[in-house]
């Protein structure tokens, strides 16, 4: 069981925009704003996508947004397209341990 | 240009000992954690645990404590993960990662050591 939950698959059609959640507790997501996202295509590391739950590391595409409303984060992938296609985990910051916590992730697929 | 390169794969035993290594270059090594990462095969990521390498102060998951040994040699910039007894359980993806991100989140990954356990 992970800490943070998401659903296990998302999927939408090309030029659309889906939305992945990522529920957690006050301990962790509720209570600060430490939510990352990584984007994970199939056999290849994990890529930080979000952090600090809505800042766009260097080079990602706008296309990818973050926010968080109580103790539920999103990620926002607008304009989908074929390349988005992949694994992605929410991560936060938590009282609980000083390692931080995954979500389970979700699998995106572009129709 | 920042980069975490680790060891090759391993095919091991059970029972086994086992030590993977991830080099960091392109950046001050010792400022900052450095995590190992769980991923079995079709499943999520978990943290094993971290180690901050000026001290070597290292910090284990519940789940992985006494199981796995995290260490660090600063004047190489390298970090590793040990097993004393391999288990067929601990095939998996293992990856090394810098927390270079507030609240602990990861801004860079290494490409990844598959370990696999079998007789």
């Known amino acids: 069981q992970s800490a943070l939950t998401q659903p296990a698959s998302v999927s939408g059609s090309p030029g659309q925009s889906i939305t992945i959640s990522c529920t957690g507790t006050r301990s962790d997501v509720g209570g600060y704003n430490f939510v990352s996202w990584y984007q994970q295509h199939p056999g290849k590391a994990p890529k930080l996508t979000i952090y600090d739950v809505r800042t766009r590391p260097s080079g990602v595409s706008n296309r990818f947004s973050g926010s968080k409303s109580g103790n539920t984060a999103s990620l926002t992938i607008s304009g989908l397209q074929a390349e988005d296609e992949a694994d992605y985990y929410c991560?936060?910051?938590?009282?609980?341990?000083?390692?931080?916590?995954f979500g389970g992730g979700t699998k995106l697929t572009v129709l | 240009e920042v980069q975490l390169v680790q060891s090759g794969a391993e095919v091991k035993k059970p029972g086994d000992s086992l030590k993977i290594s991830c080099k960091g270059s392109?950046?001050?090594?010792?400022?900052?954690?450095i995590g190992w990462v769980r991923q079995m095969p079709g499943k999520g990521l978990e943290w094993m645990g971290i180690?901050?390498?000026?001290?070597?102060?290292?910090r284990y998951s519940p789940s992985f404590r006494g199981q796995v040994t995290i260490s660090v040699d600063k004047s190489i910039s390298t970090a590793y993960l040990q097993w004393s007894s391999l288990k067929a359980s601990d095939t998996a993806m293992y990856y090394c990662?810098?927390?270079?991100?507030?609240?602990?989140?990861?801004?860079?990954w290494g490409q990844g050591t598959l370990v696999t356990v079998s007789s």
């Open positions: 392109g950046y001050s090594f010792t400022s900052y954690w």
């Open positions: 991560s936060s910051y938590t009282s609980s341990t000083t390692l931080g916590v």
């Open positions: 990662a810098r927390r270079g991100v507030s609240g602990g989140g990861v801004d860079y």
């Open positions: 180690i901050y390498p000026t001290d070597s102060d290292t």
